[in-house]
């Protein structure tokens, strides 16, 4: 018996993998490229369309996998095995080196996870990890997403600790205040017994703040993808989707 859910009828593709058709194709292809026909064990029930678009319904609905599965007509144990294959076939590539005019921006994101081994509870109760997002300030494209840390862990250490500060040392990177002592470029402060900032300092606040604007807007664009919004993997679990979340945002930019 077939699922309800399947690529060949384009009307299922924009709803529950937020790409448009053309896009999808790319993505397919990429994966293909990848390995993702490569059999392990058992043939594949599905052909590779349809497992990736179950993996991209499964991120963007957040519906457990046992929903998911009937929707494309194979058990519990057929997607998991899906979603173990597929997930590191669809993770962004790592950043290559920049162009000269490249500028990043980096801001941390708070994802609420059940697995408290890569969480901690925060102001409003809720477990959560602390992960740190790249990307380009002109393109606006994700380059780099951090380690995922606990949700208690400020954003001037888990910018190192989560890794993320490799993709950076070679661009100007902007950052808001929180990120103090890094030696990113983070927007001005009064110093002690300064009343209030200088002119042109507020001027370069205002560039500032619009830049960093970039990466805020990114940030509730990636959690389209309503795993980001309590996600109930475990292990690297989180950081496997945070990282295709990242491919399908990309490319949904990319017209």
């Known amino acids: ?10 009307k ?14 790319k993505l397919v292809a990429l994966v293909r490229r ?18 990736v678009l179950l993996v991209a319904t499964y991120w963007r609905t957040n519906l457990t996998l046992r929903q998911v599965a009937p929707l494309f007509g194979v058990s519990k144990s057929a997607a998991d095995r899906i979603l173990d294959h597929l997930a590191p076939l669809l993770a962004i590539s790592l950043a290559r ?29 809720r477990y959560s990890t602390n992960l740190q997002v790249v990307i380009d300030a002109n393109s606006r494209l994700v380059v780099a997403i951090g ?10 250490r888990a910018f190192t600790e989560s890794g993320v500060d490799r993709a ?18 983070i927007p001005h402060r009064k110093r002690r017994g300064q009343t209030h900032l200088s002119p042109r300092q507020e001027a370069e606040n205002t560039v500032h703040r619009r830049a960093r ?16 919004r309590d996600c109930r993997l475990k292990g690297n679990g989180v950081h496997q989707a945070m990282l295709g979340i990242a491919r399908l945002h990309n490319l949904a930019l990319t017209r």
């Open 1 to 10: 018996m077939g699922g309800v859910i399947s690529a060949d009828d384009p």
């Open 34 to 51: 990848r390995g993702g026909d490569i059999q392990r064990g058992r043939p594949w029930r599905l052909p590779l369309e349809d497992r």
């Open 97 to 125: 080196r920049p162009r000269k005019d490249t500028v990043h921006i980096v801001d941390g994101t708070l994802v609420p996870t059940r697995d408290r081994n890569v969480a901690a509870s925060g102001k409003n109760y």
């Open 168 to 185: 950076c040392r070679n661009a100007p990177t902007i950052a808001d205040g929180g990120y103090q002592g890094t030696g990113l470029l």
């Open 213 to 228: 604007a970039r990466v805020e807007h990114a940030l509730p664009r990636l959690k389209n993808w309503k795993i980001l």
């Open 147 to 156: 380690l995922p840390l606990p949700g208690s862990r400020n954003d001037c």
């Open 12 to 25: 299922w593709i924009e709803p529950f993998s937020g790409l448009t058709e053309p896009q999808f194709t």
